[in-house]
């Protein structure tokens, strides 16, 4: 009787185990790349967000300035008017009395109406100025958002490409890398527009 081919099971054993770590490693160094790649766009747009927000809060900090000196000149503009009403009731106390004001009552009444009007002019430019700083920051804060949802995007993504490396899973790499896609969508949404 023929003896029975012998078959290196050892041998056979480690060629498939060879060709498991090519494939897995090659795999792994798949979503290594893609997750490294993802973690820059991550950076990116945690710089971006924090950026994006602290500028957007210095513009509201110089809008609360422009809008305590529009106050402060209101107020001014307010005294010139009581200025001339005092004026005005002394000017009125001397015509009550049959007599002619002197000139300097109405010479006041008038120059304190004309510093209204410029006080007015400055108030209203401060209040156009503070307008223009809080359109610019809440315009700014709504790229924030933007970016603060593509980090989040990006750390999911990242946290998936994990698990797919874990588990040696293509379809959770897809979701990581589907995830990423989105955030990078998020990305560079606010930076089109």
Same mark, same amino acid.
């Given at each position: 009787?023929?003896?029975?081919?012998?078959?290196?099971?050892?041998?056979?054993?480690?060629?498939?185990?060879?060709?498991?770590?090519?494939?897995?490693?090659?795999?792994?160094?798949?979503?290594?790349?893609?997750?490294?790649?993802?973690?820059?766009?991550?950076?990116?747009?945690?710089?971006?967000?924090?950026?994006?927000?602290?500028?957007?809060?210095?513009?509201?900090?110089?809008?609360?300035?422009?809008?305590?000196?529009?106050?402060?000149?209101?107020?001014?503009?307010?005294?010139?008017?009581?200025?001339? +009403?005092?004026?005005?009731? $002394? =000017?009125?106390? *001397? #015509?009550?009395?049959?007599? /002619?004001?002197?000139?300097?009552?109405?010479?006041?009444?008038?120059?304190?109406?004309?510093?209204?009007?410029?006080?007015?002019?400055?108030?209203?430019?401060?209040?156009?100025?503070?307008?223009?700083?809080?359109?610019?920051?809440?315009?700014?804060?709504?790229?924030?958002?933007?970016?603060?949802?593509?980090?989040?995007?990006?750390?999911?993504?990242?946290?998936?490409?994990?698990? +797919?490396?874990?588990?040696? $899973? =293509?379809?959770? *790499? #897809?979701?990581?890398?589907? /995830?990423?896609?989105?955030?990078?969508?998020?990305?560079?949404?606010?930076?089109?527009?």
């Amino acid at each position: 009787m023929p003896e029975e081919p012998e078959v290196e099971y050892e041998k056979m054993h480690e060629a498939i185990k060879e060709e498991l770590e090519k494939e897995g490693g090659s795999f792994l160094k798949q979503i290594a790349l893609t997750t490294a790649i993802l973690a820059v766009f991550a950076a990116l747009a945690s710089l971006q967000a924090g950026d994006t927000v602290n500028t957007a809060l210095a513009l509201k900090t110089e809008a609360v300035q422009l809008q305590s000196q529009a106050s402060d000149l209101w107020a001014y503009y307010q005294a010139k008017g009581v200025k001339a +009403a005092v004026q005005e009731g $002394s =000017r009125a106390a *001397w #015509l009550a009395i049959g007599k /002619t004001p002197p000139t300097e009552y109405s010479e006041k009444v008038a120059r304190y109406g004309e510093e209204q009007t410029e006080i007015s002019g400055r108030a209203k430019e401060k209040e156009r100025e503070r307008d223009e700083k809080l359109g610019e920051s809440e315009h700014l804060i709504h790229k924030h958002h933007g970016f603060a949802k593509a980090v989040t995007l990006f750390q999911i993504s990242i946290a998936l490409g994990a698990v +797919a490396a874990l588990t040696r $899973s =293509r379809l959770v *790499w #897809l979701g990581s890398l589907l /995830t990423g896609g989105a955030g990078i969508v998020f990305f560079a949404w606010p930076i089109i527009h």
